[in-house]
């Protein structure tokens, strides 16, 4: 090991961090702008449904909201409450924005994970089952994987309920209770993933396999499975890893149209109506929010291709 | 034959209310009825928010004051009786006695003292529950059992006010001890909140030990189901299914194209509450551009065919409104209907002494160069497909004598923008309320945009509807007769068609009532074995 290594890993580290910091912030801050362009009356959204607000219960309205502050003052207390990770009350819930997200995630989280799952697991068996070879499934896998990437994810829900649930009464329409309603939304969430997945691995193997070390493994003597998933699947992952961020974007706005067909509690449903219903504290957390999680992912998938592609941690240590 | 078959139809309609009351089976006690709902909400704390939904679910956990039976007539219910001083400015409630809050806490005097002084206090931020309760002067709890609500001035809408769940009892212990009560409520109903999860809905079990009730029910003592799912379905045909393949026993909102076959289904019934209070209507902004002139908003409301375009958007499935009121609102003058309609030649006439007496090259009139258009703002996610459809039936007929209705789809910001803005023609809403106070609400000067709903920006209405609030039930009747024929004179508003609520339910959902407000009532259901 070189002396300097540990400072400039420090350095790298530290600039990391600064990066992460100047994307959140970035993200507040437009999220802030967009929203204050958007015109609107945010007092009529805090006194909710059936409005009736007379002139000094708007204005208390507004005082106690922070409302009747000039902007520079709002943008000012709200980046230093967000540094501490308070994003204000919602106006439709008439809570902690943070603690509604906590609450809803836990119910996305374990939608997203599920779909994930099933999405990665059947792209890997439908990559390696096909890539070039078995033609004919190969054809139709792709067909398949054409429409369910083509096909509205709200419309995929409707067709497997339609099925699944009123027809064959196999899994219950509704609801957050137990697995069996986590089957039919994990599932049509995980459609349209795993199909894009399973395109992008199977390109990536078929390459990879006409590359010359395939040709020296199989001279070895080793079975085309082993080479498929031990040395095949390693190139392809690095091309499927990159993907990362359109997957997580697919992710985060399926599970709103999903989590509405099928009425489950959860991120989506919350973005949703925070947006519908112009409620700027939830929908800068929810921004703030995602903007964590696709910078925490992408740290992960960073660290990742350093596990897949050891060319890269050579690099490093240079 | 088409027309025997929709007679049939109309016939099936007519007697299906009937013959569902005419089942005179015994109810039984059990089961778990299962309810998806098209919309959600985000507080079940009926006291601060003016949510439908929210009253729905909350309905079944708070007792009220009084009870507003079908027909109109206020029952007892916490209150075992009232007196209401000549000039409505001191309104004196006995209570029951032997009422306790699922916790345990004894109904008194001080709980409903504390349960009012809380929604009047600004720092519960209570927007409609408030302007339920009117300007209070001082709430007095007498003695254990006395309750005396006063006013500085008349103020007659209190009883029906007090009778929805907005103002309904909650425990003051629970609400000493909770600093936030939107996830919760501890009330004295047949029913307690078992879970309240945002996005996918309420839990509600029946308590025991309930032996008292609305006035107007048909049983006393325990509610005859163990308990209530409500849950929240916001994708209409997923809803449907969810009915048809019985995994739900009822369903709000079914969608007008599939009404007729949720309808013919053997299994299934509909059954519909017309809403009383403001119709769902056009209010023409009386402040600005071409509806400023009385004659061209005269000429407007002849040239829409109202019955036709309802029918083109819902099918048969709601009522075409003839009045600002719907026909089950206090004092609903039926006379009214005569006076206006569809009437092309008149609103030419109109337009024509108005001075749009040019036609440019599309038809549409003008005046000094300038075509006559209107603008319809409103916001879509509120906006249902058919009163989309409805608009572009409107939009369509009214070009026929020359109007040029240009529809404006906007979000929820960009409709209130434009609201306080004043940068509309048209604006269009309807409010449940049985009490004609509402129409207070919607054409009173204080509530012009953006204090309020007065869309159509009139003042013209104040002195009435202020002397209305507190006089006597003979001059109410009188005055809201006036408002009502002046709104459709004047042409204010167009009304379109009564708002209703629509619940398809299975043929085993018995003994559905339908308290205030149109909302269906589960205290006195049953579900058929």
């Known amino acids: ?318 | 034959m088409a027309a025997v078959k929709s007679l049939g139809f109309l016939l099936a309609m007519a007697l299906a209310p009937a013959a569902a009351q005419a089942q005179d089976t015994k109810p039984v006690h059990g089961g778990t009825l299962n309810v998806a709902l098209g919309t959600d909400t985000a507080i079940i704390d009926p006291s601060i928010t003016g949510s439908s939904v929210t009253a729905v679910i909350a309905r079944n956990l708070v007792d009220s004051l009084v009870g507003q039976a079908e027909d109109n007539s206020f029952t007892p219910w916490l209150a075992d009786r009232w007196e209401i001083s000549d000039d409505h400015t001191r309104y004196t409630f006995h209570l029951r006695k032997n009422v306790t809050f699922s916790d345990g806490t004894p109904l008194d005097a001080e709980a409903v003292k504390y349960n009012f002084d809380r929604i009047i206090d600004p720092k519960t931020t209570s927007a409609y529950a408030k302007s339920l309760l009117g300007p209070v002067k001082s709430i007095e709890a007498l003695d254990a059992d006395t309750v005396v609500i006063a006013y500085q001035k008349p103020f007659s809408p209190l009883l029906q006010g007090l009778s929805l769940p907005y103002l309904g009892i909650q425990s003051p212990t629970y609400l000493k001890k909770t600093a936030n009560t939107k996830n919760t409520v501890v009330g004295s109903g047949p029913f307690t909140l078992e879970s309240f999860v945002k996005g996918s809905g309420s839990h509600v079990i029946k308590r025991q030990d309930y032996n008292w009730g609305p006035g107007y029910a048909a049983h006393k003592g325990a509610a005859y189901l163990d308990a209530i799912v409500f849950k929240i379905l916001p994708e209409a045909s997923v809803r449907l299914g969810a009915l048809t393949s019985g995994q739900v026993d009822a369903i709000d909102n079914v969608p007008p194209a599939n009404y007729r076959s949720v309808q013919e289904n053997p299994s299934l019934q509909v059954v519909t509450r017309e809403n009383p209070g403001v119709n769902t209507s056009y209010f023409l902004n009386t402040s600005r551009g071409p509806f400023a002139d009385e004659k061209v908003r005269q000429a407007f409301q002849s040239a829409v065919d109202v019955k036709s375009a309802v029918q083109a958007a819902y099918l048969g499935s709601l009522k075409p409104a003839d009045n600002i009121f719907g026909p089950s609102t206090l004092y609903y003058d039926p006379s009214i209907a005569a006076s206006w309609g569809y009437d092309p030649s008149k609103a030419n006439k109109l337009l024509d002494e108005a001075g749009w007496s040019e036609r440019d090259g599309e038809g549409f009139r003008t005046k000094d160069g300038k075509r006559l258009t209107v603008r319809y703002v409103y916001d879509s996610s509120d906006k249902s497909a058919e009163e989309v459809l409805l608009a572009q039936a409107v939009q369509f007929q009214v070009k026929q004598v020359g109007f040029d209705l240009e529809l404006v789809p906007t979000d929820d910001g960009g409709h209130t923008g434009a609201l306080g803005s004043n940068d509309y023609d048209i604006d269009s809403f309807w409010y449940v309320r049985a009490e004609p106070d509402i129409l207070r609400t919607v054409f009173l000067s204080d509530y012009i945009p953006p204090k309020g709903a007065n869309s159509a920006r009139v003042n013209a209405l104040d002195e009435r509807l202020l002397k209305a609030v507190g006089a006597s039930d003979e001059e109410r009747k009188k005055l809201y007769g006036e408002a009502q024929k002046e709104i459709i004179k004047k042409a204010y508003a167009v009304p379109l068609f009564v708002a209703a609520y629509q619940l398809g339910a299975s043929r085993k959902l018995q003994g559905i009532s339908w308290a205030t407000n149109a909302k269906p009532n589960f205290y006195d259901a049953w579900l058929e074995r």
């Open chain 1, 1 to 318: 090991m070189m002396p300097g290594l540990s400072a400039r890993l420090a350095l790298r580290a530290l600039n990391r961090l600064l990066m992460i910091a100047v994307v959140l912030w970035g993200a507040a801050t437009i999220a802030f702008v967009v929203v204050k362009l958007i015109p609107g009356d945010p007092v009529g959204v805090i006194s909710g449904g059936d409005n009736i607000v007379d002139g000094p219960q708007r204005e208390a309205i507004a005082r106690q909201f922070g409302l009747d502050q000039p902007i520079a003052v709002q943008y000012a207390t709200y980046v230093r409450r967000a540094l501490t990770g308070d994003f204000g009350t919602s106006y439709q819930y008439r809570q902690p924005v943070t603690r509604v997200i906590v609450e809803a995630g836990g119910y996305t989280v374990q939608l997203a994970a599920t779909a994930m799952l099933i999405a990665v697991v059947a792209a890997l068996i439908s990559a390696i089952a096909t890539a070039g070879q078995r033609a004919k499934l190969r054809a139709a896998l792709i067909g398949f994987e054409l429409i369910a990437l083509s096909t509205p994810i709200y419309w995929i829900g409707i067709v497997l309920l339609t099925l699944f649930s009123f027809k064959l009464q196999w899994f219950p329409v509704t609801g957050s209770d137990g697995f069996r309603s986590l089957v039919l939304p994990a599932v049509t969430l995980s459609l349209p993933l795993g199909a894009l997945l399973s395109q992008v691995l199977r390109d990536g193997l078929e390459d990879s396999l006409t590359q010359p070390f395939a040709m020296t493994v199989r001279m070895r003597g080793v079975g085309e499975t082993i080479l498929r998933i031990r040395h095949g699947l390693r190139h392809a992952a690095l091309a499927a890893s990159t993907l990362t961020g359109t997957l997580l974007a697919s992710v985060l706005g399926g599970s709103i149209l999903t989590e509405t067909v099928f009425g489950r509690p959860g991120i989506g449903q919350i973005t949703l109506q925070a947006i519908k219903s112009r409620d700027m504290p939830m929908v800068l957390g929810l921004v703030m929010f995602s903007a964590l999680i696709f910078v925490i992912v992408n740290i992960i998938v960073d660290a990742l291709y350093l596990v897949i592609d050891p060319r890269l941690r050579r690099a490093s240590h240079e």
